[in-house]
């Protein structure tokens, strides 16, 4: 089942999955170096599920 999750603003989650157990991942890819930004973009994101009603959420910072 795929979702996006868009925040205010141009920020979009590359990918959210449900997994079985009924969590939530969502992944961001980025490239080049990491960032303290893209930490707090991920927890953005993953704040703004929780407050869909999902209480089970994890984010994933994949660099590519």
Do not use: W
């Amino acid at each position: 089942e795929d979702h996006n999750v868009t925040l205010v603003g141009n920020t979009i989650a590359d990918r959210v999955e449900k997994l079985d157990d009924g969590t939530y991942v969502i992944v961001d890819f980025k490239t080049g170096a990491e960032h303290a930004s893209y930490q707090a973009q991920i927890e953005g994101y993953c704040e703004a599920v929780r407050a869909m009603g999902y209480p089970e959420v994890r984010g994933v910072l994949l660099y590519i």
